[in-house]
Structure formats: structure tokens, C-alpha cells
């Protein structure tokens, strides 16, 4: 039987998918359901009002920027109200909302994140004791604390859409939610663009570019350079390249590239490294690499893991990253508990780089993500909005 058309709304902080992450996933749900007949309505701060089909709506939210928890108070407060003024199959929030029916916390919860971006700063108790009480009187981070809970200890729970086993285990932990109320469905990616044929494509051009020739590259991708542990990375470098003169490192994201370039310089590593700021053709890098080493301190997901395994690329990373259940250890890459462990990821690193089949890797590395493209993790989103609908005629709360 086909299944009636829904009117949909999306809930969102910023809608501008060219930054990636939450929004670059939301941007390819919204064309995927407009392909199928839904109408699409997007609510944000900001954002490219580029989608041009009929049945898509944007909403831009007032605010004021006085103060950033002033700001974010607002987006909730007046988000809310312009939702309130239509009627919707399903409300679908990303971020902070207290309207809706299904709640997808695409950066994980608050205060899981806290927690592992006070372990960020430093390997010293005391260190990470100082700046958890300095960032505890900022406003907007105990605002999004209120609106966390707020959302999770509701009456009426809504949904609860999780990217990752991992957010889904964190919000059962701290919130003491059901497991009926979790749904975890992780994120996908396109297998087209994502493929073995980048290799093919574009692996001689952007080493001859950036003098990489005759190097095995190690690949580190992230927007958030501490958290995401780019000074692990470099010490990883360093404990190889002890080792081996044939190494080099990428470098790839948004962030303070003065401070990491300075600790490259301290550790030795700097003439081993190629910075480069946020690029549009990813497909290009991963092809061009030899491995992804990601020492993340948080990661509700990390669509780069997925990226990266469909370009035949094998992944290091810790348990902290959300998309880690999917490698398969041994075979498209290896996982290490901390990213202090920095012995440890250099062992697998190197072991992936010179002892590992690459192409061998490559094809298993490709094989283990066919699952994960979007239009099949789309198709399971529908369906579960379908099946909310089902279930007694769930309303908006």
C-alpha cells in the first residue's frame, strides 16, 4: 500500500550545508524527501535558501546577537512559535527545540560532550578541573544544559532519533530513557561520490600537487582540531617518521592552524605536514591518502569514518568516535581506547601503511559501507516517520 505524502518540518541552529556535518546530512534528506512528494518546511537562524522545488519552505528565525545565550534563548523561544503556526505530520528537531515529535540530537548530548571536551584539554586532572568550573559560568552552556534536560525528562517524550549506538547508550545513561523511546539509525553517505573510483580519479594529481609522490599519507580530517586530538595526530607522526622517511601527513578542517602548526614545529613534524583549510572535494583527499588516523576525543558519529572506508581508505581511530562500530578491526582499520595512545595508534597506523594488502584493505574497506548509503538510510527514515504515525496518531507535543 502507498503511503500517503507528509508534511514535514526540520529544526535546525543554521542551515547552511556548505559547512557540513548536521547540516550537509540535513540538506540531502530534505532533497531526498522532495524527490519522494513530501513537503518540506526547514526552520533556522540562518542559512542558503537554495533548494528551488515548490514543495520546499524556508524559514528564517529573528534573533538577536547581543549575546550568544541570548541568541540561542530566542532561536528556541521564536522557533517554537513559527512552528506552532502550522500543522505538521512530523516535527523532526536537530538541535534545540522543545517542539517536536521526533528529537535527533545530531551533536550528541550535551553534557557527554562536556565531559570528553574537559578530557580534551589536558592529560592532568587538575588542568580539566580548572576549566570545567571556568566554562560552567558560561550562560549558553548552562542554557543548552536546561534545554537538554528540558528535552529528555519531557512528560511526553518525543522520538528520539540517535546517529550512533554510542549517543543512544550516552542518553540512556544520563537521562535514564527507555530503550523503547531510541531509535538508532547512523548516518549515511553517497556511494557515488564516495567510491574506489577516486583512486582512479584523482590519487596522481593531488600528490603531485602537494609533493606526496612517493609518500604513504596519513590523512587527519576534522573542524575541531583539539577535540578531534590533531596534537595526537602529530604525535603519531612523530613517533612514526623516527621510523620512516618515506611518511607525510594532510591536514584537512577549520581551526586554530597557528597553534597546531606551532606544536608540528615543536614535536619536528612540519616539514612532514600539508595544511589545508575546508575543501568541498573531499572525494579527492581520501583517494590521494593512505590511511585516516583520527584520534577524537567526541564524536557522535563521524562521517569522515564512512567517507573514508568507501575510498578504500582504512581508519584509526578511538572508541569515542560514534561511527567506530563499523570498522572491522584487523581488516579496514583498528581501534585504540584513548587518544593519548599514542603508541598504540602509531603501531596501527604503521601496520596499515606497510604491512596490510592496501588493495586488499581497499576492496574490504568499500564493501563494508554499501549499506551506508543515503538513499537506503533515507528510506529507513521515512519509514520510521511512517511508523510514528502509525502508532496511535502520534501528535506533535
Not at 526547514?42 to 541570548?70: C, Q, Y
Not at 549558553?140 to 544544559?145: E, G, Q, T
Request: glycine share 6%; with cysteine; proline share 3%.
Amino acid at each position: 500500500m502507498q503511503k500517503r505524502k507528509l508534511n514535514i518540518a526540520f529544526n535546525i541552529d543554521h542551515f547552511m550545508p556548505h559547512r557540513g556535518g548536521a547540516e550537509r546530512y540535513l540538506l540531502n534528506l530534505v532533497v531526498y524527501l522532495l524527490q519522494h512528494g513530501h513537503t518540506v518546511h526547514v526552520f533556522a537562524m540562518d542559512g542558503d535558501n537554495t533548494v528551488e522545488n515548490p514543495h520546499f519552505h524556508f524559514h528564517k528565525i529573528p534573533v538577536l546577537s547581543w549575546f550568544r545565550w541570548l541568541k540561542s534563548l530566542l532561536f528556541i523561544v521564536n522557533s517554537s512559535r513559527s512552528i506552532n503556526r502550522y500543522q505538521f505530520d512530523i516535527v523532526h528537531v536537530l538541535g534545540k527545540n522543545l517542539t517536536m515529535n521526533v528529537f535527533q540530537p545530531h551533536g550528541g548530548s550535551h553534557r557527554a560532550w562536556f565531559k570528553q571536551n574537559c578530557l580534551s584539554i589536558s592529560e592532568k586532572k587538575y588542568v580539566r578541573w580548572i576549566y570545567a568550573v571556568a566554562r560552567l559560568l558560561d550562560a549558553k552552556l548552562l542554557l543548552f544544559f536546561i534545554v537538554e534536560s528540558l528535552q529528555l525528562r519531557k512528560k511526553k517524550l518525543p522520538r528520539i532519533l540517535a546517529i550512533s549506538q554510542r549517543v543512544a547508550d550516552d542518553l540512556r545513561t544520563l537521562y535514564d530513557i527507555p530503550p523503547s523511546a531510541i531509535t538508532v539509525i547512523e548516518n549515511g553517505i553517497d556511494c557515488k561520490r564516495f567510491s574506489l573510483n577516486v583512486r582512479t580519479l584523482h590519487r596522481t594529481a593531488i600528490r603531485q600537487a602537494y609533493g606526496l609522490a612517493n609518500k604513504k599519507v596519513m590523512l587527519f580530517v576534522g573542524n575541531n582540531f583539539r577535540l578531534k586530538g590533531l596534537r595526537y595526530f602529530l604525535l603519531v607522526l612523530r613517533k612514526i617518521s623516527t621510523r620512516r622517511t618515506d611518511i607525510a601527513a594532510v591536514i584537512i578542517g577549520s581551526g586554530n592552524y597557528k597553534k597546531f602548526q606551532r606544536y608540528a614545529r615543536r614535536y619536528g613534524v612540519d616539514n612532514y605536514c600539508v595544511f589545508i583549510s575546508q575543501t568541498e572535494g573531499m572525494e579527492q583527499y581520501y583517494g590521494a591518502a593512505d590511511v585516516l588516523v583520527l584520534p577524537t576525543f567526541y564524536d557522535p558519529f563521524g562521517l569522515v569514518v564512512p567517507e573514508a572506508l568507501a575510498c578504500g581508505l582504512p581508519v584509526i581511530t578511538t572508541r569515542f568516535c560514534g561511527a567506530s562500530n563499523i570498522i572491522r578491526q584487523g581488516i579496514t582499520g583498528e581501534l585504540v581506547d584513548m587518544p593519548f595512545d599514542v603508541d598504540g595508534m602509531a603501531a596501527c597506523a604503521e601496520k596499515f601503511l606497510y604491512e596490510i594488502d592496501s588493495h586488499t584493505c581497499a576492496q574490504e574497506a568499500n564493501k563494508s559501507i554499501q549499506c551506508y548509503d543515503n538513499t537506503l538510510i533515507f528510506a529507513k527514515i521515512l519509514e520510521y516517520y511512517h511508523s510514528i504515525l502509525d502508532e496511535n496518531g502520534v501528535s506533535v507535543p
